[in-house]
T-cell receptor, first 114, second 108 residues
Framework: EAGVAQSPRYKIIEKRQSVAFWCNPI?????LYWYQQILGQGPKLLIQ????????DSQLPKDRFSAERLKGVDSTLKIQPAKLEDSAVYLC????????????FGEGSWLTVV | KNEVEQSPQNLTAQEGEFITINCSYS?????LHWLQQHPGGGIVSLFM???GKKKHGRLIATINIQEKHSSLHITASHPRDSAVYIC??????????FGTGTSLTVIP
């Protein structure tokens, strides 16, 4: 079974530039999550989708971050303009969406803002 | 206050030692996950628990729902066990809360 795919794996940009991350969840998984993990901390939820609808985006900095999941499959997370404090790993995860199912993570997209 | 608290934050052990990592949570959950994250790597799910105990190789995970507490044990630890271990809980609303992780280093 293919896992959660993310790209790019690594990205270095200057502050005020924009960046986009892509995620392809496991086939059939209705729930998709984007997390931000700053070095030394646990993952912080940015946004949670159920199919193509947003379930929770309360911690998404909406002035600069946006995410979409068109057609309820792939998702993109965009940051524009980037700030130095956005340097982190952006993790995409998916699950079947039914309580009692496990969550699967992608390898993460490592962002460095300079 | 975080919904999920882990201890210790950092742990160094000699190869062969028995290791315990603790997790306490304050929300109602449908399941608790233990995750492993290697440097430069993604996160792998080790266990998903809703009650009792699970064992996989040298890893054992237990949960006490009444006390809202879980432990991850590693028997006969090995340097390849060095990683960050993260406790995460899932609510009935399908939301996840994560601990800040326990960084484990096993010295040969």
């Amino acid at each position: 079974e293919a896992g959660v795919a993310q790209s790019p794996r690594y990205k270095i940009i200057e502050k005020r530039q924009s960046v986009a991350f892509w995620c392809n969840p496991i086939s059939g998984h209705a729930t998709l999550y984007w997390y931000q993990q700053i070095l030394g901390q646990g993952p912080k939820l940015l946004i949670q989708f159920q199919n193509n609808g947003v379930v929770d985006d309360s911690q998404l900095p909406k002035d600069r971050f946006s995410a979409e999941r068109l057609k309820g499959v792939d998702s993109t997370l965009k940051i524009q303009p980037a700030k130095l404090e956005d340097s982190a790993v952006y993790l995409c995860a998916s699950s079947l969406g039914v309580a009692g199912n496990t969550i699967y993570f992608g390898e993460g997209s490592w962002l460095t803002v300079v | 206050k975080n919904e999920v608290e882990q201890s210790p934050q950092n742990l160094t052990a000699q190869e062969g030692e028995f290791i315990t990592i603790n997790c306490s949570y304050s929300v109602g959950i449908s399941a608790l996950h233990w995750l492993q994250q290697h440097p430069g790597g993604g996160i792998v799910s080790l266990f998903m628990l809703s009650s009792g105990k699970k064992k996989h190789g040298r890893l054992i995970a237990t949960i006490n729902i009444q006390e809202k507490h879980s432990s991850l044990h590693i028997t006969a630890s090995h340097p390849r066990d060095s990683a960050v271990y993260i406790c995460a809980v899932r609510t009935s609303g399908n939301q996840f809360y994560f601990g800040t992780g326990t960084s484990l280093t096993v010295i040969p």
